[in-house]
């Protein structure tokens, strides 16, 4: 499954409403409010086209089932750490400073395993964390999304 995603930011911008999120904990004790993107064409617009993204900020992709999920960077200003996570919120593939795409065909960041959440963070943030495979991410999702 190819998806075009990109961190759009957690946080609406003047004059439209504002999206879901909820709050992610690292094991290092940090947390960051997760955007939600959890309909296709939320998922397809991921970050797409803001300016940055804070330390404390990501977006949090929603599926369904676990599968694996491809994810490219058209259209985005900032480069970010892209964590694939299984239904039990374990780190299974980490991609660390994903760069923005620079020109067509734009590549894609697979995950080689099977994820039921993505994680978007601002590039580097994994290594700050000192996030690694297998580790919990711990958020409740709402309960329309359990």
Not at 2 to 14: K, P
Not at 28 to 47: F, K
Not at 92 to 114: F, G, K, L, T
Request: proline fraction near 8%.
């Amino acid at each position: 499954m190819m998806l075009g995603f990109v961190f759009a930011g957690c946080f609406s911008t003047a004059g439209q409403a504002p999206r879901r999120s909820l709050q992610v904990f690292f094991p290092d004790g940090s947390a960051a409010t997760a955007e939600l993107a959890v309909s296709d064409a939320e998922r397809q617009l991921g970050l797409m086209f803001r300016p940055k993204i804070n330390d404390d900020q990501a977006m949090l992709f929603i599926f369904e089932v676990e599968d694996t999920h491809s994810f490219w960077m058209k259209n985005m200003r900032f480069p970010i750490d892209i964590l694939w996570l299984d239904k039990d919120r374990r780190i299974v593939h980490i991609e660390a400073r994903v760069p923005p795409c620079a020109q067509d065909p734009c590549p894609s960041y697979p995950s080689p395993q099977p994820a039921r959440f993505v994680l978007e963070i601002r590039s580097g943030g994994s290594d700050t964390r000192k996030l690694k495979l297998y580790d919990r991410l711990d958020f409740v999702l709402p309960r329309d999304l359990r």
